[in-house]
């Protein structure tokens, strides 16, 4: 690597030094147990030659910066000069710094200019004008010509500018346009960061006004402080004309001040190519008999990056940080303000700030703040300036006296005018430096002393004279670094060396003893090193033939047990010794430090073990662990284990021992570790994590080519009282990659009400690569597992799973668990008598917890971490029908097997068109309570509702059923089970979603609907007046409208050809419906209040066309059709059977389950006892049998559905029929069981073909209808 002298000279300046004072008298070789037995020689070496010093005293020219200048003392210390603006640029990448000049020189690229030799603001004035342009200034990529343009007044008349040559010095920053007015000139002061402009009147003729021309590409605007500042396309400053001012000649010889006003104005005019800017003096002060001229009005240009600024008492919200602000035209120097002259001025401070990151972490012995007092009140009597630390932050061009900082003082020195002040500020320095305290700058003051002291000193901006800071320091050398050494069983080893790092420091080097000399090896930016693998020892040949050179280009050989052959050779002091010395030095940007103290290893002689061998075990979580052991080695009175991080290996001693797990040691970085780059173990802390099952994050941080392996690598070391061996070959075991599921998620659902139990659909994301999952349910005490398969969802329903209550309460804690025969019951709403059993803490919680875990070839995972909490909601009645519910067609009516439900849908209007349609159909529902606009236990289409409550929105339908959607923490509604619509919602609206695409609308005020959109966007809309439906109008603006009593019920209802149907009532039930044809249904209820009678519109007296329902408590349990025939319903509740006897004697038996699915059905149950079977889960139908398969091993068909509700596959015995859908649930194509696929085209939402996935839900209500129709 290539290192600068300043890099090379400290090692060599003390190498003498240390050599001697870190040798010990007594040699003893450190091991990592014990003290080596060998003793060595005790004399100190013969003298190590000096090496040169190739540093001469003075400036390091390739060690500047920006703002620094560095200095090597020829005493070992340097001395670094940092300025709070920029002395040095940079012209080209890669160059030297360059010392920055602003004196002009005759430019290279245009004879008729003269430019400044080196600055950021490159600047070139015209040796003679040209149209008035005689100036301009580049700045990153942007730049400003300048042209002067006229002069104008108060009566007299305007004249043009002369075109002038300019008047300068080269090496001079001075340039001057003599009368481009009468009387007028124009002069240019040229700095780093700023040109300093004036128009110098030699007497007041009558012009004050001064137009100039400014070609540019950026854009410029006045500020609301006066000044201009110009921007490029990023709105991003490039240049800035400070506020102009002007100043007279009437000079104070004790303030320096001259007379100075503000009274001078920008205006701007944009033209094509830049803009006219016009300069406005204030003639009355012009004119004022007071005045001294020559008058100097001020243009300046600049780039304004100022650090230093200064502070006026008398002025106490103005900013004094701009160029213009600084200039001093009788110095002509920017300069600082401070102390006290007069009211005029008040008291003024000066603060400036800098950056002092090029000498954090060094060892500061001395530091000193300069600053150039360019004028006093006294030529001649020193009086005294004194410094500050700044104690809080600022800017130097927001800073005013209101907002000013407080600060702390330093000291003070007593100066007069021109010469410098030196302030001692080492110990302020070592503070700031250290980190031990914020640096916010400094501050110069007199100490409110009056103006004796009035001072103005050299600011920042100025090209001489500037202030800077003088830090002298010395490079700090590490700590004497410590190790590990290891032998590799066959006369050689090598050496681990470790050291703690230096604040700073960007690198290292190791330096190891030869017998005579220190070598030195760059190591980096490491903080520990190995001779492991780097041949750097003299080879046997090279020994037998007198070298004792180390070999830096690793063509030698590893470190020898026995060094001292080598040490002969050297002819140095210690031809006996055993041991090794290792020192470091630490590398800066500032330079490099000396050695350390040495570090004095001996290499033991043990054998290497043989490899270890284990067995590897997954948590199931993404972590592991290992078990594994190894054979003794004779000699050895411990072992370390060794643990392959991606990079090295990391060791643990784990005593005298053979056998190790890491089961529960947590060595692994955890997962925030990992993802900020950690690949180092914690093989001591124990503050790491388990086995990662894929190590392989880790390896990538380490940065080798392990970063994509999976397996792991382990290594065990001996060691006795002499040392330690070199590590085993590897046991390279791997863990299995299956990672924790995640807890499951899931919904509970209640049975039918009063059934008070429940059960709870799962549903989990696959796991790659798991070939099965177990749902663990608690039972109070632990969780049971229950093997699913290779399913992503699971339900207890129709499982059995929970113990009895008889069996919980004959049962004891240890004996009680849960059913995997499926002989137990349906989940409790209340399971706590069960944990109260178990006599734990949860006797009297009402929750459920499942937990889930998966499995492959190679083993099973361990349980999620979190569990799926869930409680049985309470049940609700079972009203209107669903396809998943057991209903039986009736007479005149429907039955739900399960609850004994009467169901009659009456349709009072029905008119097709586009759209949702117009109409008006009724449900009647024996155990409704609902009295709604048509009476006791009606519930009308119009009538369909969305209620929040709590976290549920409540949907009733059509035919009173409640469907109850649960919003989620992401803010969407799930669904219940088996009801594939979608829920959404607004600020003042639910929008319910079918499959087909209609979407029906609800108000969140009251939960009334008020319209419905097809997919094609026809749109019924719904009317209400004082909180009453009124009219219904379809998508081709036909309207039927409402009228009602006065009990709030529909009496009457027309349709768009003003034909009525009227509504009578009795004590709030309905009794009476007649259509426009006069066609007259009538309805009669028993004391209960439940319908018992429906006379059919044919009825008469003579010929009576009544249907009758009869009732045992809240089920029907007879219907009687208009011919007198009775069907019987008799019910046995225990086995939630029902069997309908027909007329004609034959019986149909209806078993259900307690959530009223279907599950079982036998025609002719005295006879053939022909049996179909169903599974539901979640009111999906998932298997059914026909009545051949019932002891068939398979069931008839088996059925899959997506996340909406659609069939995916159907597969019997055949073979598998698969269907596809589009984004509207329409099917797209179907692939039979041979393999055939139909695709079926679309027309927007109207299919050529379609299928739905009722095909296969509808399978029980036609195998019902068939019985009917059969029987």
């Known amino acids: 690597m290539k290192i600068s002298r300043l890099k090379k000279w400290l090692i060599w300046a003390i190498v003498n030094l240390l050599f001697f004072s870190s040798v010990p008298l007594d040699v003893f070789a450190e091991t990592i147990h014990s003290k080596d037995n060998n003793s060595t020689e005790s004399h100190l070496p013969s003298k190590v030659p000096t090496p040169k010093i190739n540093l001469k005293r003075g400036e390091i020219i390739e060690e500047r910066t920006e703002n620094t200048k560095v200095f090597y003392n020829g005493d070992g210390t340097f001395t670094k000069k940092i300025y709070f603006e920029p002395i040095h640029i940079r012209k080209k990448k890669g160059k030297p710094f360059e010392e920055i000049s602003p004196n002009l020189t005759e430019s290279t690229d245009q004879s008729n200019s003269v430019e400044t030799e080196n600055t950021i603001i490159e600047t070139n004035f015209h040796k003679k004008m040209v149209k008035g342009e005689y100036a301009t200034f580049h700045y990153n990529g942007h730049s400003i010509s300048f042209s002067i343009l006229e002069a104008a007044g108060n009566g007299v008349q305007p004249i043009k500018a002369k075109d002038v040559s300019a008047i300068y010095k080269k090496k001079d920053n001075k340039i001057f346009h003599k009368n481009i007015f009468p009387f007028i000139d124009l002069q240019n002061i040229t700095f780093n960061q700023a040109t300093k402009e004036d128009l110098v009147l030699h007497s007041f003729t009558g012009y004050h006004i001064f137009k100039f021309y400014l070609k540019t590409d950026l854009k410029a605007e006045v500020q609301n402080d006066g000044s201009i500042l110009f921007m490029n396309q990023e709105k991003e400053k490039v240049f800035e004309l400070p506020k102009p001012f002007m100043v007279d000649s009437n000079v104070d010889e004790y303030s320096g001040e001259v007379e100075r006003s503000e009274d001078v104005t920008y205006e701007l005019q944009k033209e094509a190519q830049g803009y006219v800017l016009t300069i406005k003096a204030d003639p009355e002060w012009l004119k004022d008999p007071k005045r001294v001229y020559p008058v100097y009005i001020d243009p300046s240009t600049s780039i304004n990056v100022s650090t230093d600024t200064f502070v006026m008492s008398a002025y106490p919200t103005t900013n004094y940080s701009s160029s213009s602000s600084k200039w001093d035209s009788v110095q002509g120097q920017y300069v600082l303000k401070v102390g006290y002259y007069d009211n005029t001025t008040g008291t003024c401070y000066a603060f400036l700030n800098h950056n002092l990151s090029s000498i954090q972490n060094m060892n500061i012995t001395n530091a000193t703040f300069n600053v150039y007092v360019t004028h006093s009140y006294s030529s001649t009597t020193k009086t005294g300036l004194w410094l500050d630390a700044v104690n809080g932050s600022w800017s130097a061009s927001a800073l005013n006296w209101n907002n000013k900082p407080s600060s702390t003082n330093i000291g003070k020195v007593d100066v007069a005018r021109d010469q410098w002040a030196e302030f001692n500020v080492t110990n302020t320095v070592k503070e700031w430096a250290s980190g031990k305290k914020q640096q916010y700058g400094f501050k110069l003051h007199t100490n409110g002393n009056g103006k004796t002291y009035w001072k103005k000193v050299v600011s920042s901006t100025n090209s001489n004279y500037k202030p800077y800071l003088s830090v002298t320091y010395t490079i700090p050398a590490p700590q004497t670094p410590k190790g590990t050494v290891f032998s590799n069983g066959d006369g050689t080893g090598y050496v681990n060396v470790s050291w703690d790092p230096v604040p700073g420091a960007k690198g290292y080097k190791v330096w190891i003893y030869n017998g005579k000399s220190y070598e030195a090896f760059e190591v980096g930016n490491v903080t520990s090193w190995s001779t492991n693998g780097k041949k750097i020892w003299p080879t046997s040949s090279e020994i037998n033939a007198g070298k004792y050179d180390l070999r830096q280009d690793q063509k030698g050989t590893e470190l020898a047990v026995d060094p001292s052959p080598v040490y002969r050779n050297s002819g140095g002091s210690y031809p006996n010794n055993k041991n090794y010395w290792f020192r470091v030095s630490a590398i800066f940007p500032q330079g490099?430090?000396?050695?350390?103290?040495?570090?004095?290893?001996?290499?033991?002689?043990?054998?290497?073990?043989?490899?270890?061998?284990?067995?590897?075990?997954?948590?199931?979580?993404?972590?592991?662990?290992?078990?594994?052991?190894?054979?003794?080695?004779?000699?050895?009175?411990?072992?370390?284990?060794?643990?392959?991080?991606?990079?090295?290996?990391?060791?643990?001693?784990?005593?005298?021992?053979?056998?190790?797990?890491?089961?529960?040691?947590?060595?692994?970085?955890?997962?925030?570790?990992?993802?900020?780059?950690?690949?180092?173990?914690?093989?001591?802390?124990?503050?790491?994590?388990?086995?990662?099952?894929?190590?392989?994050?880790?390896?990538?941080?380490?940065?080798?080519?392990?970063?994509?392996?999976?397996?792991?690598?382990?290594?065990?070391?001996?060691?006795?009282?002499?040392?330690?061996?070199?590590?085993?070959?590897?046991?390279?075991?791997?863990?299995?990659?299956?990672?924790?599921?995640?807890?499951?998620?899931?919904?509970?659902?209640?049975?039918?009400?009063?059934?008070?139990?429940?059960?709870?659909?799962?549903?989990?994301?696959?796991?790659?690569?798991?070939?099965?999952?177990?749902?663990?349910?608690?039972?109070?005490?632990?969780?049971?597992?229950?093997?699913?398969?290779?399913?992503?969802?699971?339900?207890?329903?129709?499982?059995?799973?929970?113990?009895?209550?008889?069996?919980?309460?004959?049962?004891?804690?240890?004996?009680?668990?849960?059913?995997?025969?499926?002989?137990?019951?349906?989940?409790?709403?209340?399971?706590?008598?069960?944990?109260?059993?178990?006599?734990?803490?949860?006797?009297?919680?009402?929750?459920?917890?499942?937990?889930?875990?998966?499995?492959?070839?190679?083993?099973?995972?361990?349980?999620?971490?979190?569990?799926?909490?869930?409680?049985?909601?309470?049940?609700?009645?079972?009203?209107?029908?669903?396809?998943?519910?057991?209903?039986?067609?009736?007479?005149?009516?429907?039955?739900?097997?399960?609850?004994?439900?009467?169901?009659?849908?009456?349709?009072?209007?029905?008119?097709?068109?586009?759209?949702?349609?117009?109409?008006?159909?009724?449900?009647?529902?024996?155990?409704?309570?609902?009295?709604?606009?048509?009476?006791?236990?009606?519930?009308?289409?119009?009538?369909?509702?969305?209620?929040?409550?709590?976290?549920?929105?409540?949907?009733?339908?059509?035919?009173?059923?409640?469907?109850?959607?649960?919003?989620?923490?992401?803010?969407?509604?799930?669904?219940?089970?088996?009801?594939?619509?979608?829920?959404?919602?607004?600020?003042?609206?639910?929008?319910?979603?079918?499959?087909?695409?209609?979407?029906?609308?609800?108000?969140?005020?009251?939960?009334?609907?008020?319209?419905?959109?097809?997919?094609?966007?026809?749109?019924?809309?719904?009317?209400?007046?004082?909180?009453?439906?009124?009219?219904?109008?379809?998508?081709?603006?036909?309207?039927?409208?409402?009228?009602?009593?006065?009990?709030?019920?529909?009496?009457?209802?027309?349709?768009?050809?003003?034909?009525?149907?009227?509504?009578?009532?009795?004590?709030?039930?309905?009794?009476?419906?007649?259509?426009?044809?006069?066609?007259?249904?009538?309805?009669?209820?028993?004391?209960?209040?439940?319908?018992?009678?429906?006379?059919?519109?044919?009825?008469?007296?003579?010929?009576?066309?009544?249907?009758?329902?009869?009732?045992?408590?809240?089920?029907?349990?007879?219907?009687?059709?208009?011919?007198?025939?009775?069907?019987?319903?008799?019910?046995?509740?225990?086995?939630?059977?029902?069997?309908?006897?027909?007329?004609?004697?034959?019986?149909?038996?209806?078993?259900?389950?307690?959530?009223?699915?279907?599950?079982?059905?036998?025609?002719?149950?005295?006879?053939?006892?022909?049996?179909?079977?169903?599974?539901?889960?979640?009111?999906?139908?998932?298997?059914?049998?026909?009545?051949?398969?019932?002891?068939?091993?398979k069931p008839t068909e088996t059925y899959t559905y997506d996340a909406n509700g659609n069939v995916l596959t159907v597969k019997d015995q055949y073979g598998t029929e698969t269907y596809k859908y589009n984004k509207n649930n329409d099917v797209i194509s179907e692939t039979d069981t041979e393999g055939d696929t139909t695709t079926i085209a679309y027309d927007g939402l109207n299919p050529v073909s379609e299928t739905d996935r009722s095909i296969r839900k509808n399978i029980f209500y036609s195998k019902i209808r068939y019985l009917w129709e059969y029987y």
Do not use: C
């Not at 006795?720 to 046991?731: F, H």
């Not at 059995?800 to 019951?825: N, R, V």
């Open 592 to 1193: 490099e430090s000396a050695m350390s103290g040495a570090f004095m290893p001996t290499i033991p002689n043990l054998k290497k073990p043989s490899a270890p061998t284990g067995v590897s075990y997954t948590n199931g979580n993404g972590t592991g662990y290992i078990d594994f052991k190894w054979k003794p080695v004779s000699g050895a009175t411990g072992y370390k284990i060794w643990l392959f991080n991606g990079s090295n290996y990391e060791s643990l001693d784990v005593g005298n021992v053979t056998s190790w797990t890491t089961k529960n040691k947590k060595y692994w970085p955890t997962a925030a570790e990992i993802n900020t780059g950690r690949y180092k173990l914690h093989l001591h802390d124990g503050l790491g994590a388990e086995l990662a099952v894929d190590p392989s994050p880790v390896y990538e941080n380490a940065g080798t080519k392990y970063a994509t392996a999976t397996n792991y690598w382990i290594r065990v070391s001996a060691y006795n009282a002499q040392g330690e061996t070199v590590y085993s070959d590897a046991y390279k075991p791997s863990i299995s990659d299956l990672p924790v599921p995640s807890a499951p998620s899931g919904f509970a659902y209640a049975n039918q009400l009063g059934s008070k139990s429940g059960y709870v659909m799962l549903d989990w994301k696959k796991i790659p690569g798991a070939t099965g999952y177990k749902v663990w349910i608690f039972n109070g005490q632990y969780y049971e597992a229950f093997d699913v398969g290779d399913v992503d969802h699971w339900t207890t329903q129709n499982k059995g799973i929970w113990p009895t209550s008889e069996e919980i309460q004959k049962g004891a804690s240890g004996s009680l668990t849960l059913h995997h025969d499926g002989k137990g019951m349906e989940l409790p709403k209340d399971p706590s008598p069960l944990y109260a059993k178990m006599g734990t803490n949860y006797a009297t919680s009402t929750n459920y917890w499942f937990r889930l875990s998966a499995y492959d070839a190679d083993g099973e995972t361990i349980y999620s971490n979190q569990a799926l909490t869930v409680k049985i909601p309470e049940g609700n009645e079972y009203l209107g029908k669903e396809e998943y519910w057991s209903i039986i067609d009736v007479p005149y009516a429907s039955v739900n097997a399960a609850t004994g439900n009467l169901i009659v849908d009456e349709d009072d209007v029905s008119i097709s068109g586009r759209g949702p349609g117009l109409g008006m159909t009724r449900t009647y529902n024996s155990l409704s309570t609902l009295d709604g606009l048509f009476g006791k236990g009606w519930q009308s289409d119009a009538e369909i509702s969305i209620i929040a409550q709590g976290k549920e929105a409540r949907f009733t339908d059509e035919d009173g059923t409640l469907h109850i959607f649960t919003k989620l923490s992401d803010g969407t509604y799930k669904a219940p089970t088996g009801v594939y619509l979608e829920l959404s919602e607004t600020a003042d609206e639910y929008i319910l979603t079918d499959k087909d695409q209609t979407k029906i609308h609800f108000r969140k005020s009251d939960g009334k609907l008020t319209k419905m959109v097809d997919g094609h966007g026809n749109t019924t809309t719904y009317s209400y007046a004082n909180g009453k439906l009124v009219s219904i109008i379809d998508a081709s603006g036909r309207k039927l409208t409402m009228e009602y009593n006065a009990s709030g019920k529909i009496q009457k209802i027309t349709d768009p050809l003003n034909r009525s149907i009227t509504f009578e009532y009795q004590n709030g039930l309905l009794t009476k419906v007649t259509k426009a044809g006069k066609e007259t249904t009538r309805y009669e209820y028993n004391e209960h209040g439940r319908l018992e009678k429906v006379y059919e519109p044919t009825h008469t007296e003579a010929k009576v066309v009544v249907n009758q329902f009869i009732y045992n408590g809240d089920r029907i349990s007879q219907v009687i059709d208009p011919e007198n025939r009775i069907y019987k319903l008799n019910y046995d509740q225990t086995k939630r059977q029902l069997i309908v006897i027909q007329p004609n004697g034959r019986k149909i038996q209806y078993t259900f389950n307690e959530a009223a699915n279907p599950i079982q059905i036998i025609e002719d149950a005295d006879g053939l006892n022909i049996t179909t079977s169903y599974v539901y889960e979640g009111n999906n139908l998932v298997e059914s049998r026909d009545p051949n398969d019932q002891n068939a091993v």
